[in-house]
């Protein structure tokens, strides 16, 4: 057609547009965007990562095509190029190592990223090897710590004296006179100052009095013994309950966002900015004590939010209920223009 350009044949009726408009993708039913409670929020946190962030049971992760994850280039060439899922690819047969026949099915950026990772795949598991001698020492050592109740500073002492000895050993000798000292007193080897006034004045013998002193210091270190293991049995029950508590207020947080996501079609919306307050709630406040704790909060932030919203959301327009009957029949058409005004004005329209 004289006169005319591409883009116009492209706006004609009946052709094809160069690029078709893209789709949104339709949620769940509803219109509910989110769908499930780990959706929603850019940043890919829900409210139960928030609350484990806080009690100390967070595990971070990246999520699926976040900050650092690099797009697939030319994905519709490489699925026509790439081989078909097999039957058999998740029965848990070795497979071995990658094949040249098996690249060669990819695209070109895909066989070198391919490749890149079976080299980092290679080189973690050399340094894994070379690793796992000092680790399994490192395992060692701590499970013979938490056995015996040691801590870092008995290590140190003790290493420490093992290296004077075997480089040093009249630096080893200093070290080891004053705890062998201290060993002799708290043991009742060397009689206290109390018990040798008794022996001075003739109320105990020598023997009757080292007897009594080694007899104090059994029953002191008897004494102590019991401490620790008391102790280290209320640590380990606090932990266990601790434990416990975690589960019962990430789970009772998971089930009230579940309920809330099925229950609130505006969940998407308002799911985002509940995780920002709950967070500053959390900071401000602490962790929860309990799992009704826990709802109880969740729950007063939620309301905060939607308070916010109604704030920001259109006035209702009133709607005009017309009392009297019906006409059946159209109005009369206006004969002249006072009568389409009074018509208009009869209406109720302004």
């Given at each position: 057609m004289p006169g005319s350009s591409p883009e116009d044949f492209d706006r004609m009726p009946g052709s094809?547009?160069?690029?078709e408009p893209a789709t949104a993708p339709v949620s769940g039913e509803g219109g509910n965007d989110a769908g499930s409670p780990t959706a929603?929020?850019?940043?890919?946190?829900?409210?139960?990562?928030?609350l484990e962030g806080v009690l100390g049971t967070g595990k971070s992760s990246t999520p699926e095509g976040g900050e650092g994850s690099e797009p697939e280039a030319e994905p519709a060439a490489e699925a026509k190029e790439g081989a078909q899922p097999s039957d058999d690819?998740?029965?848990?047969?070795?497979?071995?190592?990658?094949?040249?026949?098996?690249l060669a099915k990819?695209?070109?950026?895909?066989?070198r990223r391919i490749?890149?990772?079976?080299?980092?795949v290679e080189a973690l598991g050399q340094e894994v090897e070379t690793l796992k001698p000092h680790a399994e020492i490192g395992q060692k050592l701590s499970a013979y710590m938490e056995t015996t109740g040691l801590d870092q500073n008995d290590v140190n002492l003790a290493m420490g004296i093992a290296n004077l000895i075997r480089n040093d050993p009249e630096k080893a000798l200093g070290a080891l006179v004053p705890i062998v000292q201290h060993l002799q007193q708290n043991l009742g080897f060397v009689i206290p100052q109390d018990l040798q006034q008794q022996v001075q004045q003739g109320l105990l013998t020598e023997e009757h009095a080292a007897e009594l002193a080694r007899t104090r210091a059994r029953e002191r270190i008897a004494t102590e013994r019991a401490a620790r293991s008391t102790e280290a049995v209320v640590r380990q029950n606090q932990a266990h309950q601790t434990e416990r508590l975690t589960e019962a207020i990430t789970g009772a947080a998971k089930a009230w966002e579940a309920n809330w996501s099925k229950t609130d079609p505006d969940y998407g919306l308002k799911q985002g900015r509940v995780r920002e307050l709950i967070e500053l709630d959390l900071y401000r406040n602490g962790p929860p004590g309990s799992p009704q704790d826990a709802v109880s909060r969740l729950e007063r932030v939620k309301k905060q939010v939607e308070e916010e919203l109604k704030r920001f959301a259109p006035p209702r327009r009133e709607i005009k209920h017309v009392t009297g009957q019906a006409s059946s029949g159209a109005a009369p058409k206006p004969k002249s223009f006072e009568e389409a005004v009074d018509l208009v004005l009869g209406q109720g329209i302004g």
């Open positions: 094809s547009p160069a690029e929603a929020a850019e940043d890919g946190k829900s409210l139960l990562d928030v690819e998740d029965d848990g047969a070795d497979l071995g190592p990658v094949t040249e026949e098996e990819y695209h070109s950026k895909t066989r490749r890149g990772l079976v080299q980092n």
